[in-house]
């Protein structure tokens, strides 16, 4: 049956390709909800049943990159579900045939962020209050909610939580959910906006159409009607509903996708599987795929712990120079995210940019350490200088880097805004900023900050695997964060000479 279905994906007819991705997501959701199956032992068997299914589109990548959008997210939730049913045994041979395959393996990881992504139509880049770019013109991604519709009202409950509280149990709800939402409804075609019509059995005037009979209706009436008129189309409650169920869906994605990240990263620590150990390109652009993805507070929650655990195991390989434009990103990004309205998502990025400070020196230092092995002949003091000297030295590159990085960020965001009586000051997101900034170098307040951010209280101070000295300095982290707040200084007065020249 897999190797129909496959054939069938590279079919003239496109007719023929949505159904062979509808076959296979409609089986699995039989076997989900099989009250024989139930038990983990069975999911597992029918996993590792269905796991040839994920080598045959690893070995026939252009089959899949020819499918539409709607096909490529039924395949991509298939290969979601069958390897979060997998135990780590099975899951890691698809990472040891060859390093080309593992990278295959990972671009698929990648189209599932693409493809699932949830981004409102007010999100800017800064998610500040004084944004450059006008709200009309942010980047929205395509609504797979245009083609996927939750199958039942139970799921509309569940996703109404505002928060996920235990993350990986939640990948579990929303994924099983998610399969049935690929089962599109057929309905009737209705004239004008659908919520004004009632079903006296389903609902009340006060009560408007279930999401699922809404978007059922919506879906076969929308000839000639684009996308946002379909979402206009729903009584206001339901279309509330319905990007709810959008953002809990993207975030059981990039859940899934970072949990099998971390199962990647304990892997490559032990060196049992097929990659690229030399940069560890795989991990570090599934890292800046998540970093440029519109993500919600729970996945940063649970991304914060596994940033860092990433780079206590990797932290040498990730900061190497061959890695400088990964590490300029990273160092982008959570700047950007300090800039965050919402604190919780801001006290992260502080915490993020602890991680860099922390482990920078120290990946520098393990890189030179066969070096240093040659110079014990020599005399204790000068091997101590020398430590010394390759700690400054990679102290001083990632100052360059950060304040270089900041730099472009303040070229992307408005430093001032204008005051009542016409007088510009420092804006909202500069201030954010600034707060981030200090944050990052206050002694006292980092361990509350840790802790908040699900992180051990000590954990800047604690050596990282893999290193033999932590040389964690709050006057080096202080002194840093001077720099960059000289940098915003300037970047701030620089606006205002402006603003006074053309007065």
């Known amino acids: 049956m897999i190797q129909e279905l496959f054939l069938t994906w590279d079919h003239d007819d496109l007719s023929q390709r949505a159904k062979a991705a ?42 899949f990159y020819n499918l539409e959008a709607a096909e490529k997210r039924e395949v991509l939730i298939v290969i979601l579900q069958i390897v979060r049913n997998l135990d780590d045994a099975s899951a890691v041979k698809a990472w040891q045939q060859s390093i080309a ?15 699932f992504e949830h981004r409102k139509p007010a999100d800017g880049m800064l998610i500040g209050s004084s944004s450059r770019n006008p709200v009309g013109d942010a980047p929205t991604s ?9 199958a039942i009202n139970n799921y509309l409950s569940e996703a109404s939580r505002q928060e996920v509280r235990i993350w990986r149990t939640a990948c579990t709800n929303y994924f099983i959910h998610c399969l049935i939402a690929l089962l599109q409804p057929q309905g009737t075609p209705e004239n004008g906006y659908l919520w004004q019509r009632v079903n006296s059995q389903l609902s009340s005037p006060s009560q408007p159409y279930s999401l699922r009979e809404a978007l059922a209706q919506a879906q076969s009436s929308r000839i000639g009607a684009s996308a946002q008129a379909l979402r206009e189309s729903l009584h206001p409650i339901l279309r509330q509903k319905l990007e709810l169920w959008e953002e809990n869906l993207s975030a059981a994605v ?76 990273v160092a982008f990004h959570l700047l950007r995210l300090a800039v965050f309205r919402n604190d919780n998502i801001r006290k992260r990025a502080v915490i993020g940019l602890q991680i860099l400070v ?91 900050l840790l802790k908040e951010c699900g992180l051990p209280e000590d954990a800047l101070l604690v050596t990282p695997e893999n290193f033999k000295e932590n040389r964690w300095s709050w006057s080096d982290v202080k002194s840093l964060s001077g720099s960059l707040l000289l940098a915003l200084d300037a970047s701030l007065e620089h606006a205002l000479l402006v603003s006074l020249k053309y007065m």
């Open 22 to 63: 509808r076959i296979l997501v409609v089986v699995l959701c039989k076997h989900e909800f099989d009250a024989r199956y139930q038990k983990p032992e069975d999911k597992l068997y029918i996993a590792q049943l269905y796991f040839p299914l994920i080598g045959q589109i690893l070995d026939e990548m252009p089959v």
């Open 101 to 115: 395959r593992t990278r295959l393996f990972f671009k698929l990881l990648e189209e599932c962020l693409v493809h």
């Open 142 to 150: 395509p609504k797979y909610s245009d083609k996927l519709s939750p």
């Open 254 to 329: 990039s859940l899934q996708v970072l949990e099998i990240s971390e199962k990647f990263s304990a892997m490559a620590a032990s060196h049992s599987i097929a990659t690229d150990y030399g940069k560890l390109d795989c991990l570090s652009s599934i890292i800046m795929s998540f970093f440029s993805r519109n993500q919600p507070l729970v996945f940063w929650k649970a991304f914060l712990p596994v940033f860092n655990n990433v780079f206590d195991l990797h932290g040498a390989t990730l900061m190497a120079r061959e890695n400088d434009r990964f590490l300029k990103q």
């Open 358 to 448: 922390r482990v920078g020196p120290l990946a520098f230092l393990r890189l030179m350490s066969v070096g240093m092995l040659l110079l014990f002949n020599l005399t204790s003091i000068i091997s101590s200088f020398l430590q010394s000297s390759f700690y400054f030295m990679q102290t001083a590159r990632l100052r360059v880097m950060l304040t270089i990085t900041l730099s472009e960020l303040m070229s992307d965001m408005q430093v001032t805004q204008m005051k009542s009586d016409g007088t510009l000051e420092e804006s909202g997101e500069a201030r954010r900023l600034r707060k981030s900034l200090e944050e990052m170098a206050d002694e006292v307040k980092s361990s509350g």
